[in-house]
């Protein structure tokens, strides 16, 4: 089978493609044929060794899939050979066929299409995850997303309309007409200050900011929380630059965290939360296959949509991750084995 190698850390140009033998599932796990990998930012960050807790190289990339179930391996009872299945990887997707824990894979429907279900398992569910099992928003609340026409910011505004919020969003100005289309205030990031626009519009801030860039980012977003907000750090956009690992700006990332965390602390009406998707999965596996469904049957009702913005085979992994910058505002980049 063919799957893609990280050898080093670095740029999409460390980005490689072998022949390996198939994998042959371990207890509780299954194998399955991938049918659709998502590539995302993180996969940049795991690329270039910026993802908190992410493996040494070599390593094959990929954080999510959709595939169907090819065999079992001892001790698996939930799924059967032919079932089609959603799984947070992590890393390890891009490739023609992978091992997950059947735990930790999802049953979906086949009549939807696989690169918009992969669209669900990690930026729709990270979304829905921020706003309903993080921030625990309540209808008529104000939410701040950073990075709002990015496929996270995207996926919080689809899902915050009809859950009753009032939605702004920083973007850029090519960008604006895509937020506003969504339902919420866009916000000029490279020419307004979004702490005082807030203000400006809410007249006391808002009850929560949603925050995947961080940084100096995170101490600003805190100033723009209105009595009782909640401030949720969920990402590390800050740490890289043209797609190698900053170190001034990691540093800068460390050092902002903390001292927004410790703000938290000493703050009695305002609260600083950090968002992982792979962890919360851990502590709460019942809550990602409860969230997976919510969101297929959105999809299936029309009431979200995943954009796919390209569709590349297995061995255009590099053209993928060059891509990133330039698709966050049109859609997912899917890589199709």
């Known amino acids: 089978m063919k799957r893609v190698v990280v050898d080093h850390f670095g740029g999409p140009e460390v980005l490689r493609v072998t ?9 509780g796990e299954v194998c399955v044929r991938v049918l659709a990998a998502g590539v ?3 996969d940049a960050q795991l690329r270039a060794g910026t993802y908190l807790g992410g493996p040494k190289p070599p390593f094959t990339p990929g954080y999510e899939l959709v595939g169907v179930v090819e065999e079992l391996g001892p001790g698996c009872w939930r799924l059967r050979v032919g079932d089609r299945i959603g799984a947070l990887t992590v890393w390890g997707a891009d490739a023609e066929r992978v091992c997950v824990p059947e735990a930790y894979a999802v049953e979906v429907p086949e009549d939807l299409d696989p690169a918009e279900v992969v669209s669900l398992v990690f930026p729709y569910m990270t ?4 706003l309903h099992r993080t921030a625990l928003v309540k209808r008529g609340e104000t939410v701040l997303v950073h990075g709002a026409a990015g496929r996270v910011g995207t996926a919080v505004l689809e899902l915050g309309a009809p859950a009753g919020l009032r939605l702004y969003g920083t973007a850029s100005a090519r960008d604006r007409a895509a937020v506003e289309r969504l ?6 990031y490279r020419t307004e200050d979004f702490v005082r626009r807030v203000r400006e519009l809410t007249g006391n801030g808002v009850d929560v ?38 170190w001034r700006a990691v540093i800068e990332w460390y050092a902002a965290t903390a001292s927004v965390a410790l703000l938290g602390l000493l703050s009695p ?10 962890k919360l999965r851990l502590r709460h596996q019942h809550w ?18 995943p954009v796919v913005a390209e569709r590349l085979p297995l061995t255009d992994a590099r053209r993928a991750h060059e891509l990133l910058d330039r698709s966050a505002a049109t859609g997912k980049l899917v890589l199709v084995p």
């Open 19 to 27: 022949e390996d033998d198939d994998p042959v599932p371990g207890p």
């Open 40 to 42: 995302s930012f993180t």
């Open 209 to 246: 900011v949603l925050d995947g860039i961080g940084g100096a980012v995170s101490l600003r977003s805190f100033r723009a929380l209105r009595p009782g907000g909640r401030l949720v750090v969920f990402g590390r956009y800050a740490t890289l630059a043209h797609g190698h690992k900053d």
């Open 183 to 188: 339902g919420a205030v866009a916000i000029d």
């Open 127 to 130: 979304a829905y995850q921020l």
């Open 288 to 305: 990602f296959r409860e969230d997976l469904h919510v969101l297929l049957d959105l999809l299936r009702r029309g009431e979200i949509h």
């Open 269 to 278: 009406r305002r609260r600083v939360l950090s968002y992982r998707i792979q």
